[in-house]
């Protein structure tokens, strides 16, 4: 049953990575890259025709005679998954984790890639930083980060080390890549790093939230805990105030935390537990592209 099992995530993973490859290839991902798909590669000597607004003046000025700067057109798009495997991320109300569908996502987006013959890294956090691997092509890199997503049931830290991660991809990184941030964002002092990520790369900010976020049920006075430090309160989810409350103060934060990816040059993306993530991911794309 184990490897039946097996065998139908593989194909569901395969089938999804397909279609969300292809919109790549249409230009789903690299219409990001538009105005900025060059690279300088070197320096030639001026040749009738060419634009004078190419010449390098200082190897000009060196050289006694004009020479025009070369650009080449990146090929490769380097894309960077980071993965919060927090212990909030662990919630979620619709039988699916936030979690399950950063995962989801992550594998589909690395499957994509290697698809594209796209250089592909991760980055794995909890409260610390589980695991780390710069964009790589190849076969190889695929299932080197594939089985880290397998792991992340086995070791836990409590707290969320988001601004560590984000610090640690812009260290990562030699050349502007396409980095997707997977995480409920329920942490603080992630804003700075998220910032000077966004100065020299495209970064997807995406949240994963759960219905009940947004609205609770009416079952009357239930305990909640705090999935991180263990904390315990009963709330009155039968209150129509409270519910209200509730609605207010996550719309509230939704929209605070989308300003702040706007602000700092992000593209802020939510995903909700009860959606699903391939589509929405294809549709993103496609919106962008436009």
């Known amino acids: 049953m184990e490897t039946e099992a097996l065998a139908k995530k593989a194909s569901y993973l395969h089938l999804n990575s397909v279609k969300l490859a292809q919109g790549m290839r249409i230009g789903s991902f690299r219409s990001l890259y538009k105005g900025r798909g060059i690279e300088f590669s070197g320096v030639r000597e001026y040749l009738d025709g060419d634009d004078v607004r190419?010449?390098?003046?200082?190897?000009t000025a060196r050289m006694g005679r004009p020479f025009v700067k070369q650009y080449e057109e990146e090929r490769d798009l380097n894309v960077l998954l980071v993965v919060d495997v927090s212990q909030?991320?662990?919630?979620g109300s619709t039988g699916r984790s936030r979690l399950d569908v950063a995962l989801e996502c992550a594998s589909i987006l690395t499957l994509a890639s290697f698809h594209?013959?796209?250089?592909?890294?991760?980055?794995?956090?909890?409260?610390d930083i589980r695991f780390n691997c710069i964009p790589r092509a190849g076969h190889d890199q695929v299932m080197l980060i594939l089985s880290e997503y397998e792991k992340i049931n086995k070791v836990l830290k409590n707290g969320s080390a988001l601004d560590n991660a984000l610090l640690g991809a812009q260290k990562l990184l030699k050349k502007r890549t396409l980095i997707l941030v997977f995480s409920d964002f329920r942490t603080s002092s992630?804003?700075?790093s998220f910032g000077r990520l966004c100065q020299k790369n495209d970064v997807i900010a995406v949240r994963i939230v759960d219905p009940m976020d947004e609205m609770l049920p009416s079952v009357g006075a239930i305990p909640f805990a705090d999935s991180e430090t263990g904390y315990r309160l009963v709330l009155p989810t039968s209150s129509t105030k409270f519910r209200r409350m509730w609605r207010e103060e996550n719309d509230a934060h939704m929209t605070e935390w989308e300003l702040e990816c706007e602000r700092n040059g992000g593209f802020p993306l939510v995903l909700n537990t009860s959606s699903d993530p391939v589509k929405e991911l294809t549709k993103f794309f496609m919106i962008r592209e436009r």
């Open 54 to 59: 190419a010449i390098d003046w200082n190897v």
């Open 88 to 91: 909030s991320m662990r919630s």
């Open 116 to 127: 594209n013959s796209s250089p592909v890294g991760t980055v794995i956090f909890d409260g």
């Open 190 to 192: 992630w804003q700075e």
